[in-house]
């Protein structure tokens, strides 16, 4: 990643050892400061006792990739985001337990939800199959009285999934 690119950008990130994501965090202010901490961290040995030991056994094997850049507001909701996403494959458990603490009404949850639901939608969602322009194509063919069996085998997706579309799945694009 070229420093001038990182330097004073916000965003959501990950460390990446032996090309999975091991740790995601943010900065609300400068990228690069955070990629310059945790490489320093790493090679003298004294970063977090889980992700050093990884870092260690891969004979150093470090990647800082930008996930998300974004104004320094939205972070905290990126970085959840992600974790949750990631949550699989990053050493810092602990991290998702602290940031579901760290949202304590049902009007912070419910905001945290929507701004998740809008970031989420469409072919942003990971498990997205089509992308949106395929989505407006399926609404279409629906309409056109097309059988969902017949466009499930044109998109290479259940006929369930089609019948989802522009109702459960893609509704604000009907």
Request: charged letters at 35%; glycine letters at 6%.
């Amino acid at each position: 990643m070229e420093k001038q690119k990182l330097i004073g950008r916000s965003g959501v990130y990950a460390i990446l050892i032996n090309d999975v994501i091991r740790y995601i965090g943010s900065s609300a202010s400068d990228l690069e400061s955070r990629q310059s901490n945790h490489l320093r961290k790493l090679k003298k040995g004294t970063h977090r006792r889980d992700l050093q030991k990884l870092y260690d056994e891969s004979g150093g094997d470090f990647k800082f990739y930008v996930l998300d850049y974004c104004d320094s507001e939205s972070v905290y909701i990126l970085e959840k985001l992600h974790i949750e996403i990631h949550k699989d494959t990053i050493v810092d458990q602990e991290k998702i337990i602290k940031l579901d603490k760290h949202i304590r009404t049902k009007e912070e949850k419910r905001e945290i939800s929507k701004k998740f639901s809008k970031i989420m939608r469409g072919e942003n969602n990971p498990n997205s199959k089509i992308s949106e322009q395929q989505a407006i194509e399926i609404i279409i063919m629906k309409q056109q009285g097309i059988k969902h069996k017949d466009i499930a085998d044109i998109y290479g997706i259940s006929q369930s999934q089609i019948a989802k579309i522009g109702y459960e799945k893609w509704s604000y694009l009907s």
